[in-house]
T-cell receptor
Framework: GAGVSQTPSNKVTEKGKYVELRCDPISGHTALYWYRQSLGQGPEFLIYFQGTGAADDSGLPNDRFFAVRPEGSVSTLKIQRTERGDSAVYLC?????????????FGPGTRLTVL | TQLLEQSPQFLSIQEGENLTVYCNSSSVFSSLQWYRQEPGEGPVLLVTVVTGGEVKKLKRLTFQFGDARKDSSLHITAAQPGDTGLYLCAGARNNDMRFGAGTRLTVKP
């Protein structure tokens, strides 16, 4: 694939349920980022991986949120006991290496709606 | 509180007009990026500025990084309807980026 892909594109769930959001980065990109974007806002940083390890998870809002990247490629963002306030578009981005000089390529996002 | 403040939040202009949008912070960044985002898509990088005082031009778009590397501006000359979108600035600290809330630009034909 040419770009970053995210699945599902839309997810509707009920309050209290568990959800997993998947990100397939561009092949060969070592850095992977998760952001959350609420309506009318810019992307809010959640976590970033350099390889398999979470290099910075300071943006995760609480311990209901967790992300993994076990083989240094695909990443999964996991949200437990979802709340209505978790409703947002979750964006994934990858870059060749980490660092602010490097272009981040974004996926189209997963729109999560918690009823 | 946003680390990066963008202004104006909304801007609606007629085709052919010029405009400037701003990105301000009290923090110093090692680099600053501008992205454009269209509905239903992720942001797409327009430019990266690194050096204080740097000016970069991309066709009708001119980007400037403040001398102190705390702020930036984007100037568009002779705006076209295709310029419509959400313009986001993002500052790099260490290895990650922090985004502003964006300026939503509408260019009317």
């Amino acid at each position: 694939g040419a770009g970053v892909s995210q699945t599902p594109s839309n997810k509707v769930t009920e309050k209290g349920k568990y959800v997993e959001l998947r990100c397939d980065p561009i092949s060969g990109h070592t850095a992977l980022y998760w952001y959350r974007q609420s309506l009318g806002q810019g992307p809010e940083f959640l976590i970033y991986f350099q390889g398999t390890g979470a290099a910075d998870d300071s943006g995760l809002p609480n311990d209901r949120f967790f992300a993994v990247r076990p083989e240094g490629s695909v990443s999964t963002l996991k949200i437990q006991r979802t709340e209505r306030g978790d409703s947002a578009v979750y964006l994934c981005a990858s870059s060749l290496v980490s660092g602010g000089y490097n272009e981040q390529f974004f996926g189209p996002g997963t729109r999560l709606t918690v009823l | 509180t946003q680390l990066l403040e963008q202004s104006p939040q909304f801007l609606s202009i007629q085709e052919g007009e010029n405009l400037t949008v701003y990105c301000n912070s009290s923090s110093v960044f090692s680099s600053l990026q501008w992205y454009r985002q269209e509905p239903g898509e992720g942001p797409v990088l327009l430019v990266t500025v690194v050096t204080g005082g740097e000016v970069k031009k991309l066709k009708r778009l001119t980007f400037q990084f403040g001398d102190a590397r705390k702020d930036s501006s984007l100037h568009i000359t002779a705006a076209q309807p295709g310029d419509t979108g959400l313009y986001l600035c993002a500052g790099a600290r260490n290895n990650d980026m922090r985004f502003g809330a964006g300026t939503r630009l509408t260019v009317k034909p």
